[in-house]
Each structure stands twice: as structure tokens, then as C-alpha cells.
């Protein structure tokens, strides 16, 4: 046996803790898409345990940001197209279309998805736009809610989220008992799951900026969603990025717009606070 | 001739039944002084597998968090944790036993290290995972192995 065998303590061993390798550091750079430029890098929100909010886009490599910044290259803008056309399309017994109520969504939905998840009076529960949409379908539509990641409710969530495009993040916790969900959401962000037994803060807060192999960790922000993805080639809604996170703990995942996954979604987006929505962002 | 073959599928299910004795437990795993003295299944590890093991993203999977130059031809090295060069160097294999098998019992509860042969994990593990390790005993002795051959 070595003499350092004999003597290594925890101090030592805290030494070689902290002897990480140099971060991969977030890009410094500016998102300008159609003249207008995105909020990427703002201060964080009291009781926020980062100092700065950081988009994803900051983690991703020149030309997936350069797919972004670019609205006629960026392939989630095909479904903001199929959305409007969704829009406009009369579905459900009753005989109407969003627009029948809602006029022109570049209007009417402007800036209106950078206040959500909202709190849901009726259903004494927070709302997501998805469920807004499926709440107006059902109700107001005579249509069927749609079946989750639908390619109709991806698109169509992506039409109205980019009508907040460039506007900041920002959640109302005191509607209804928002707080009681963020709350909840919180124990959930910190809770450990899976037999890798990781949390979402293990990777997106006491690993952001660093990689876990091919990956750069941002801090698992919520306002660029659906976001369209390279590897999927197609757009990814923010439940199934959850559980996407959640899968790779190797554990169970709840189930879409359960409440658990509405709850982190409460808390995800207010950890997002000041950043500009990117709908529809794009990530590799 | 029948005989013969019964005689040595006894001996087989003795040996089978001896090996399967000799391999501790994850829960019975003794972590003493931030090290692990015993082998877990009293059969050397074997550094080549081991090195196998540490990149299979099915197995170790060490790589995603750990950059190593001893394989630099892999893509993608991790920087989650620390480097593995001189790890051998570091620590003996008894503490190179202790981190890989539960990096908690070394490093704390705070440590994102998974324990690899050990069955305090996360909540709601996959059903199919349940009560199961990451690797099996003689897979963390051949990465011990390995890790132990990381000297500068």
C-alpha cells in the first residue's frame, strides 16, 4: 500500500473533486432572427439557483444555431405553416375553426404562450397550450382532443407559441395555486430517478456547460419548445423531451400532462424567466 | 458412460455453485476507509474486457462523463467528471473498487457518479431494472483492472 492510501480523507478526495476539466462554455453571441433579437442571456428571477438564464441555443454547435437564426432554413417553420393552415380549418360538430373565434392568430395570439402554463380554474389544475387547445377543441369546438404528440397538436401548438416569438418568458405563479404546483415541480427537478440515479439538476444544473459524451448540457430550458430536432427530424414537444430526460435516468416516465409532468413543466418554464420565446427553436 | 457425464455435471454444479458463493452481494459490499479491500468475486479482473466495458455505452458507458486518452480514437469524451489519466496513479485498486462500485460511499450523496454495482438508486427505476446493477461484480473487477493500468 501506497502512503497516500493511509492518509486520503475527504479533503483529498474533494481536491480531486474539483479538479473538473475546463467547461465547454456557452457561446457568446447574439440570436437575431427576422430582424428581431432574442433574449438568449438574461438575469435570473429571485430564488433562481443560476445568476444567469441561459437559452439552449447558447450550447449548440455554429450551424444548428445558424438553422435557427435563419426563419427560411429552419425546418420547424414548415409546421408554423401547417399550424396556420389548422387554424383556418373549420373541425368538430359545431362548424368552426380557431380562427372562427380567435381572428387572426397574429393578433390575437401575440405574445399571449409566454404567459403559460397558466392556471386552469375549471380544472383546478395548471393549463399548457396543448391542453388550452384541446380544452377549446372539446369545448368550444365539438372536436375530439387530440391524441398526445399528434402531428395536428405539435403543429398547431408550434403556430401559437411562435406568435410569441422574442417575447420574454414570464409565468404568473399567483394565479390559482400555481405556486402549491412550482413547489411541487421544484421537489421534482431535485428528486433522483432511474438506476443511474440522476436528477434533472445533476445534468442541467451542476453539469451545464459541461458534456456528457457527444452532448452540451445546457440548463434544460422550456422556451424554445416544440422545438424542431436534427436527430428526430421532426419537432419534439417539451412532455416528451421530459420524458426523453426522464427515460435516460432508466427509470418509468409519467405520463404525458400528468401532474407530475405539469407540474415540472411550471417549474422549467419559471426557470426560464426573461428568455425570449423561440418557438420554433432548433436543437440537434 | 451415463455415469461418466453425471459425474461431471456434479462437478460443475459444485464449481457453479462455489463461484456464485465467492461473489459478494451489492448490499454486502464492505466499504471501509473509502476503499473496498476484497474482490467481489475472488477472480482477477482482466484489464482488456475492463477497457471494453468502459466505453460500451450499453455497459460502463464511463466515457460520456470521463475524457481518457488512452482512447483517443473513441469520439466524444465526457467532462462531467475527471479526467481518467494517472487515475491508476491516484488511487490503489481498493479505492478504484470503492468509487466504481458506489462513488457515494467516496465522494458523498452529492456525487452524480452512478454506483455501479450497487442497488441505492433513483426512484421509480425501469421495471425490468429493478433490484438489478449496472454491472455485474466480475464486470467491476475487470474495469478496476483497467482503470488501474491508467498510470502517467
Known amino acids: 500500500m501506497k502512503n497516500r492510501y493511509a492518509t486520503v480523507g475527504l479533503g483529498a478526495v474533494l481536491a480531486f473533486a474539483t479538479a473538473l476539466p475546463a467547461a465547454a462554455e456557452p457561446v457568446d453571441d447574439a440570436l437575431v432572427i427576422d430582424g428581431q433579437t432574442m433574449t438568449v442571456r438574461t438575469a435570473a428571477p429571485e430564488g433562481h439557483p443560476f445568476d444567469e438564464v441561459l437559452s439552449g441555443w447558447l450550447f449548440r454547435e455554429a450551424e444548428t444555431r445558424e438553422l435557427e437564426a435563419d426563419s427560411f432554413q429552419n425546418p420547424g417553420m414548415l409546421y408554423v405553416d401547417l399550424g396556420a393552415e389548422i387554424w383556418n380549418t373549420v373541425d368538430g360538430t359545431m362548424g368552426k375553426s380557431c380562427a372562427t373565434c380567435h381572428d387572426d392568430a397574429a393578433d390575437t395570439m401575440k405574445g399571449i404562450a409566454a404567459n403559460y402554463p397558466k392556471w386552469d380554474a375549471d380544472a383546478k389544475r395548471p393549463i399548457n397550450i396543448e391542453l388550452q387547445i384541446d380544452k377549446c377543441r372539446v369545448e368550444n369546438m365539438g372536436a375530439e382532443a387530440y391524441k398526445f404528440d399528434a402531428a395536428d397538436q405539435k403543429a398547431l401548438t408550434t403556430y401559437i407559441k411562435h406568435q410569441s416569438l422574442g417575447t420574454p418568458v414570464a409565468v404568473d405563479l399567483s394565479q390559482g395555486e400555481l405556486q402549491t404546483w412550482w413547489d411541487r415541480g421544484k421537489d421534482i427537478y431535485y428528486t433522483r430517478t432511474g438506476q443511474l440515479n440522476f436528477a434533472c439538476a445533476s445534468c442541467h444544473e451542476a453539469n451545464s456547460g459541461q458534456r456528457i459524451r457527444a452532448d452540451h448540457l445546457s440548463q434544460g430550458q422550456a422556451n424554445g419548445f416544440p422545438t424542431y430536432r436534427l436527430k428526430q427530424a421532426n419537432m419534439v414537444s417539451l412532455h416528451n423531451r421530459f420524458r426523453g430526460c426522464i427515460r435516460d435516468t432508466r427509470a418509468e416516465f409519467p405520463k404525458a400532462f400528468s401532474d407530475e409532468l405539469m407540474a415540472l413543466e411550471v417549474y422549467v418554464t419559471w426557470r426560464g424567466t426573461g428568455l425570449s420565446v423561440e418557438t420554433p427553436a432548433v436543437r440537434q | ?152
Not at chain 2, 94 to 120: C, H, W
Not at chain 2, 131 to 141: C, D, S
Open chain 2, 1 to 152: 458412460m451415463i455415469r461418466a457425464t453425471a459425474i461431471v455435471t456434479a462437478v460443475f454444479a459444485v464449481t457453479a455453485a462455489s463461484a456464485l458463493a465467492d461473489e459478494t452481494a451489492p448490499q454486502d459490499v464492505n466499504f471501509e476507509d473509502l476503499a473496498v479491500m476484497a474482490s467481489l468475486t475472488g477472480t482477477p479482473g482482466d484489464p482488456v474486457t475492463g477497457r471494453d466495458i468502459f466505453k460500451d455505452r450499453k455497459l460502463g458507458n464511463c466515457l460520456a462523463c470521463h475524457t481518457n486518452a488512452d482512447m483517443q480514437k473513441e469520439l466524444f469524451h465526457g467532462t462531467v467528471g475527471p479526467a481518467m489519466d494517472g487515475a491508476g496513479d491516484r488511487w490503489e485498486p481498493a479505492q478504484l473498487r470503492a468509487i466504481i462500485a458506489d462513488a457515494k460511499e467516496v465522494f458523498g450523496e452529492q456525487t452524480v457518479m452512478p454506483g455501479f454495482y450497487s442497488v441505492n438508486v433513483g426512484k421509480d427505476v425501469r421495471e425490468d431494472l429493478v433490484g438489478k446493477t449496472i454491472l455485474t461484480a466480475q464486470q467491476i473487477e475487470d474495469v478496476v483492472a483497467y482503470v488501474a493500468t491508467l498510470k502517467e
